[in-house]
């Protein structure tokens, strides 16, 4: 979880503010479409989908997991 995203969840509920927010696009299966739409806040990041999908997916080329 993102540490702003308490933040961004209380700007979002602010109904008399004129703001957007972003986040990446799901398919039907849940997976990234690695698009940014308009959206809501969300608790989790998809930071490990996109560096699997930059350099390749670290978990099945045998390197060491990472934390």
Known sequence: MTHLYDLARRMHAD???????????????????????????????????LYDRVFGDARSSGAAARP
Do not use: K, M, W
């Open 15 to 49: 109904a008399e503010a004129d703001r957007v927010f972003l986040t990446t696009e799901r398919d039907a299966a849940g997976a990234p479409t690695f698009r940014i739409v308009p959206g809501t806040p969300s608790p989790t990041a998809h930071a490990r989908a």
